[in-house]
């Protein structure tokens, strides 16, 4: 039998934590990106979509998830955010990423600190 799939859309807002199969994925999509383009255009060359999310989630990830380097991959394009792997690492990764979404500051902290890929 199937593992059923499970959507929580609110514990992460506006991130969306998706989990089947044992595997989770966490998502933003480009209507919520929208709200913080401003921020990322700010700076020369970013844009605020999914590979600009990334970026910042990478940054997260080395400076302050190190032990999920080697756990958790990302597969964004322009118009959604995506991270992959198991359950609790991703948690880990958005509890910080639904921090920075709020936290204009937080964002621009890290923001200057990532590539733009």
Request: proline share 3%.
């Amino acid at each position: 039998m199937e593992e059923a799939e499970r959507i929580d859309r609110t514990a992460y807002d506006p991130f969306i934590f998706l989990e089947r199969g044992g595997r989770g994925e966490l998502l933003l999509s480009d209507h919520r990106m929208v709200e913080k383009c401003p921020i990322f255009e700010e700076l020369e060359g970013w844009l605020g979509n999914g590979a600009d999310w990334e970026s910042v989630a990478r940054t997260v990830v080395a400076e302050q998830l190190p032990q999920l380097r080697d756990t958790v991959s990302f597969d964004s394009e322009a118009g959604m955010f995506v991270a992959l792997g198991p359950r609790a690492a991703l948690q880990s990764l958005a509890t910080i990423l639904h921090a920075t979404f709020h936290d204009e500051s937080k964002l621009r902290d890290f923001l200057s600190r990532s590539e733009l890929d």
